[in-house]
């Protein structure tokens, strides 16, 4: 009964990785206490989470600045991703035209362009949306692309042979074998969605009742309240991860019933 505990799949893919995160707080905060190091140095994970507590609700409406970047920059970049792969597998010259500048926007620190950006859009938050954007873009370009040019030549010749229309190819034939690919890019864009959001208000350097999580960081900073940006920092994370499980459940939705990749996860 105990060895069929543990081999079950689901009960370690959960249980594993929080044994390992106890075991590394227990040790960070053993260390802590034995060492008597500085709560402005390396607080305790008690410090740390009596901060979330005292803390909780401006780094929470932090949060929700953030979150609302993320989101805007991660569906406004999916859109454009999709539109941007279909265009290119319509065409071989559009794709050998554009495909580059897409790679450009890839390489572009946003460090570098968010300061133009910020300062031709005159709205904080569409300036931010577009940063962020610029940085989750790629992956599901990439991805989508090579998810529709991945399509069994066997099954591409027998839609000939059948006299399929290139929308019948690509909605029944293209489209299904892309899936998988796509829903790589989004786990991949969620993650560079939140951090495209929070380097575009680092460099924003916004204030006021607007600003979000990079905002909270810089000023615990200034202020040396270590604690505060531990704490924004664990929440920075824990919103990482949720995205991501959010984007491996909706694939799994998608693609559980009938794609081997998502089936015995």
Not at 125 to 145: G, Y
Not at 237 to 250: E, N, P, Q, R, Y
């Amino acid at each position: 009964m105990q060895t069929s505990f543990f081999k079950n799949a689901n009960t370690l893919k959960w249980l594993a990785p929080l044994v390992v995160g106890a075991f590394f707080l227990l040790l960070w905060q053993g260390i802590c206490t034995a060492w008597q190091v500085p709560v402005y140095l390396v607080p305790k994970p008690t410090d740390i989470a009596q901060t979330l507590v005292t803390d909780g609700p401006s780094l929470l409406l932090a949060l929700g600045t953030t979150l609302k970047i993320t989101v805007l920059a991660f569906v406004l970049a999916t859109v454009l991703g999709v539109i941007a792969a279909f265009l290119f597998v319509q065409s071989r010259l559009i794709e050998a035209s554009l495909f580059p500048y897409a790679i450009l926007l890839q390489v572009t620190p946003v460090v570098a362009v968010a300061p133009l950006i910020i300062i031709w859009v005159k709205q904080p938050t569409l300036a931010l949306v577009i940063c962020a954007t610029l940085v989750t873009l790629f992956p599901i370009i990439s991805n989508t692309v090579l998810g529709l040019r991945s399509v069994n030549p066997g099954l591409v010749n027998l839609f000939k042979l059948n006299r399929a229309s290139r929308w019948q190819t690509l909605v029944r034939l293209r489209i299904p074998s892309a899936l998988p690919f796509f829903f790589g890019g989004l786990r991949i864009s969620s993650g560079l969605a939140l951090i495209g959001a929070v380097v575009a208000e680092f460099v924003a350097g916004t204030g006021g009742t607007g600003a979000g999580l990079a905002y909270e960081i810089l000023q615990a900073g200034f202020q040396i309240n270590i604690p505060r940006l531990f704490a924004a920092l664990a929440l920075i994370s824990l919103t990482g991860i949720a995205l991501f499980v959010s984007m491996d459940w909706l694939s799994k939705k998608a693609l559980g019933h009938w794609h081997d990749s998502a089936q015995g996860a």
